[in-house]
DNA sequence: ATCCTACAATGGACATTGTCTAAGTCAAGG
DNA sequence: CCTTGACTTAGACAATGTCCATTGTAGGAT
């Protein structure tokens, strides 16, 4: 059963078969999916599921906190259930495979004083573009 | 008269309106404009300039290196004509505004060799987010 | 167990962003 | 000037995302 799930379930949230099957699709690590890609697994598991559905459901977990939106690919967004652990994305720049990583140190503090304008940051978004092992040897 | 207008004519470019007016749009410091924002300013001194044009224009700037496409808005791509220099952004969640920034030391060293899993990287791409000073004062 | 009703799901229209093509136009070399 | 291949154009098409009116249902109340 999903962890997802079940801190959904705490929130007061009514259960319904949808929720619970875009729930299963997100569960796991580093798994990146874009809204058509979650709606496509959705329907092998509920045929019926509609697209307004997936959309509605995947924004309603960004606003409780339980998702994130990442913009890796400049195309679609891609959601994250890997919401509580603060990381960063890997994109192989061939095959478009994404891994979670985790940088030492806090990314906000290379940005000094002088360079913040005035600006309260709050948040800081780090894409590392390469190419992965497999894309390599090929 | 446009630098990045200069570049481009030493690489051979035919020279139309169309090209003059789109790297007119695009000269000057912080410029991070979506194609069709793009669009609307070049209609305003060519106003048979086409949509299409602008994405052509874009595309071919961004294939020779002059300008870059940046991914801080996770809806339309920006261009920034600010190709030379590395730089990061700084985004106002509220208003919108970017500004161009830059970071102390660089940001691919804080990746250490364990969390690369063979990649080889060769870009990184950082956005801080933050609420700037007059969004903060209102 | 059944009923109610507020909340959720649905399908489809619509919006935004981007790509592609066939036909017409023009910059620039000869 | 001509010619010609590169450039531009309008509009169709594709991909992604939003909105709305209608229908369905989860879960509390009776
Ligand atoms: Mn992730
Ligand atoms: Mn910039
Ligand atoms: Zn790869
Ligand atoms: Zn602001």
Same mark, same amino acid.
């Given at each position: ?5 079940? +801190? ?11 929720? +619970?099957? /875009? $729930?299963? /699709? @997100? ?5 990146? !999916?874009?809204?058509?890609? /979650? ?7 509920? =045929? ?9 459901? !995947? ?21 994250? =259930?890997? $919401? ?22 806090? =990314? @906000?503090?290379? @940005? =000094? ?23 390599? $040897?090929?």
């Amino acid at each position: 059963m999903s962890d997802l799930l079940e +801190r959904l379930r705490g929130r007061g949230w009514r259960m319904t078969a949808q929720r +619970r099957v /875009v $729930a299963e /699709v @997100l569960d796991g690590d580093h798994v990146h !999916l874009t809204a058509d890609e /979650v709606h496509a697994r959705a329907v092998a598991k509920l =045929p019926e599921i509609s697209r307004a559905t997936v959309y509605n459901t !995947l924004g309603e977990m960004v606003s409780l906190g339980e998702v994130i939106e990442v913009a890796t690919d400049k195309r679609a967004k891609r959601y994250d =259930p890997n $919401a509580h652990r603060p990381h960063q994305h890997l994109v192989c720049a061939r095959c478009g495979a994404i891994r979670d990583v985790h940088p030492s140190g806090n =990314p @906000l503090t290379d @940005l =000094p004083d002088s360079e913040r304008f005035g600006f309260t940051i709050s948040d800081v978004e780090v894409t590392y573009r390469g190419v992965c092992p497999s894309c390599a $040897a090929a």
